[in-house]
């Protein structure tokens, strides 16, 4: 069974610039999440889908961040524009059930904001 | 301390040897989930635990859940260099109704071969 994936695993952009970052959950998994660790930082939650829903995003950092999850499959997040405090390492986990609560992380998106 | 710290943040050890690292967090939890992270790489999922369990094993880890002291400790046994990770706790707040997991900073764990 494929784990959770994450496109591009490094993303260098300057200042302004827009980036996409893409997430593959496990196959089935209809919760999916973000989380970010910036450096020197501990990984915090930006937000979680149930399917196409958003179900909390309270860790969305400002509304230059957008989250999509369309058909309930794959999950993409953009940044528009970047800032250079956008930098870090961003994780996609995927969970099946809610109850239980099993989070697989993804190898993460290392994004650096030049 | 925030939710989910770890203790202590570094750890140094000879192969063979036990390792272990202790988290405390400050809320009721449905459950509490380790992780490793190699460097530069993505988090691996070790073991859950259930706030009603109060020890679980897996393979060379054990894990020890305390709920009315408010943590949790992870046993390495016979450590190998291929242990060598940082080593994260995460919990989940009891009843919230987010599912979003609160890491610490972690545990840098270096096995000295």
């Known amino acids: 069974e494929a784990g959770v994936t994450q496109f591009p695993s490094h993303s260098v952009i300057e200042k302004g610039q827009t980036v996409t970052l893409r997430c593959d959950p496990i196959?089935?998994?209809?919760?999916l999440y973000w989380y970010r660790r910036v450096m020197g930082k501990e990984i915090k939650f930006l937000l979680h889908?149930?399917?196409?829903?958003?179900?909390?995003e309270s860790g969305m950092p400002n509304n230059r961040f957008l989250a999509e999850r369309t058909g309930g499959t794959y999950s993409t997040l953009k940044v528009q524009p970047a800032e250079l405090e956008d930098s870090g390492v961003y994780f996609c986990?995927?969970?099946?059930?809610?109850?239980?609560?099993?989070?697989?992380f993804g190898p993460g998106t290392r994004l650096t904001v030049l | 301390s925030q939710q989910g710290e770890e203790d202590p943040q570094a750890l140094s050890i000879q192969e063979g040897e036990n390792a272990t690292m202790n988290c405390s967090y400050k809320t009721s939890i449905n459950n509490l989930q380790w992780y490793r992270q190699n460097s530069g790489r993505g988090l691996v999922h070790l073991i859950l635990i259930r706030s009603n369990e109060r020890e679980k094993h897996s393979g060379r880890l054990r894990v020890t859940l305390d709920t009315s002291k408010k943590s949790s400790s992870l046993l390495i046994t016979a450590s190998r260099a291929a242990d060598t990770a940082s080593y994260f706790c995460a919990t989940d707040a009891f009843r919230s109704g987010s599912e979003k997991l609160v890491f610490g900073k972690g545990t840098k764990l270096t096995v000295n071969p």
């Open positions: 986990a995927s969970s099946q059930d809610r109850a239980f609560n099993e989070q697989f």
């Open positions: 889908f149930v399917k196409e829903s958003k179900q909390d």
């Open positions: 196959s089935g998994h209809d919760n």
